[in-house]
């Protein structure tokens, strides 16, 4: 169990440029979950993959923002025309449902500034 | 919309201060409540699950219990490798994929 991994760490960019994140899971988890962190909240739903279908997306998840999980494993998550209210911890997360424990695994996120 | 809220939001205890977080929730049938610790700058850890009112559990020094409208989180004399901020999140029957969480406490403890 290697944990989940997220990169980059960090990322900086100016406003209107794009940005792309990735996402390793554990390898036996099936369900793959975004989520965005603001300084003082606590993580904010965005959306989650069931193998490699996209099963929900949330309001927050504007038509800049595109998640994608080829092939069940990795997934990557690009914001397009990045805004400065985009400025978060994006934080990826994974489980494994089939055991009846359902807790999340949480990478350590990829803090994003958008100048 | 589930709603979860915590409190205090800062807590600043002294080590072997114990005292107790509070989480309540409105949710529609509570699938589970989670409890989670976040380090500045990483990713939020797991520590407990709880399914049902009366349900408790413990690690280390952390006792967490729930109750039909909220969870406490119990430091029992705590040290200061337990500052961090502490997460509560439900997560409901109908759409069990997704987590709600509280802003959170952050746990200060100085030697």
């Known amino acids: 169990d290697t944990g989940v991994s997220q990169d980059p760490r960090h990322k900086i960019t100016k406003r209107g440029q794009n940005v792309t994140f990735r996402c390793d899971p554990i390898?036996?988890?099936?369900?793959l979950y975004w989520y965005r962190q603001t300084l003082g909240q606590g993580p904010e739903f965005l959306t989650y993959f069931q193998n490699e279908a996209q099963l929900e997306k949330s309001r927050l998840l504007s038509d800049r923002f595109s998640a994608e999980r080829p092939k069940g494993s990795f997934s990557t998550l690009e914001i397009q025309r990045t805004e400065q209210g985009d400025s978060a911890m994006y934080l990826c997360?994974?489980?494994?449902?089939?055991?009846?424990?359902?807790?999340?695994?949480f990478g350590s996120g990829t803090q994003l500034s958008v100048l | 919309e589930d709603q979860v809220t915590q409190s205090p939001e800062a807590l600043r205890l002294q080590e072997g201060e114990s005292s107790s977080l509070n989480c309540s929730y409105t949710?529609?049938?509570?699938?589970?409540l989670f409890w989670y610790r976040q380090d500045p700058g990483k990713g939020p850890e797991f520590l407990f699950t709880?399914?049902?009112a009366g349900e408790e559990k413990e690690k280390e020094r952390l006792k967490a219990t729930l109750t039909k409208k909220e969870s406490f989180l119990h430091i029992t004399a705590p040290k200061p490798e337990d500052s961090a901020t502490y997460l509560c999140a439900v997560q409901p029957h109908s759409n069990d994929y997704k987590l709600s969480f509280g802003a959170g406490t952050t746990v200060t403890v100085r030697a």
């Open positions: 709880l399914y049902s």
């Open positions: 949710v529609s049938g509570l699938r589970g």
């Open positions: 997360a994974s489980s494994r449902t089939d055991r009846g424990d359902e807790k999340l695994f």
């Open positions: 390898s036996e988890h099936n369900r």
